[in-house]
C-alpha cells in the first residue's frame, strides 16, 4: 500500500470516528485527539507534494483548541470534517493524476 493510499485510509476513519464521536454528542469529548490526528496526517500529506504552488497550500494546520462550550466543540469538529473530505479529494485525484502521466 502506498504512502498516499494509507493517508486516505487513515482520514477515511478519521471520518468515522468523528460520526461516532459526534453520536456520543459534543459536551462529552475533547476536540485535541482529533485535531492532532488531523494536523499529523495533514502534514504527512505535504509531504507528497512538492511544489508548494499546488493545492494543498490551501491546507492550514487546525488551531489546537479544546473548548467547554459544545456548539464551538461542533464547529470546530465540522470545519476538520469539511478539511478531510476535501484533503481525501485532493489526494485521491492526484494519485489518479500521477497514474494517468504514468501509463
Known amino acids: 500500500m502506498s504512502t498516499r493510499n494509507s493517508i486516505v485510509a487513515m482520514l477515511k ?10 453520536q456520543q454528542g459534543a459536551g462529552y469529548y475533547s476536540c485535541m485527539p482529533i ?4 494536523n499529523k496526517l495533514l502534514g504527512q500529506a505535504r509531504l507528497l507534494f512538492t511544489n508548494e ?15 467547554k462550550d459544545p456548539a464551538y ?4 469538529v465540522q470545519a476538520i470534517r469539511i478539511e478531510v473530505g476535501q484533503l481525501i479529494a485532493l489526494l485521491e485525484v ?8 504514468n501509463a
Open 13 to 22: 476513519q478519521l471520518l468515522q470516528d468523528m460520526a461516532v464521536l459526534h
Open 35 to 38: 485535531i492532532d490526528r488531523y
Open 53 to 67: 504552488d499546488t493545492l494543498i497550500a490551501t491546507f492550514e494546520n487546525q488551531v489546537e483548541d479544546d473548548p
Open 73 to 76: 466543540k461542533m464547529k470546530i
Open 94 to 101: 492526484s494519485e489518479q493524476e500521477e497514474e494517468g502521466d
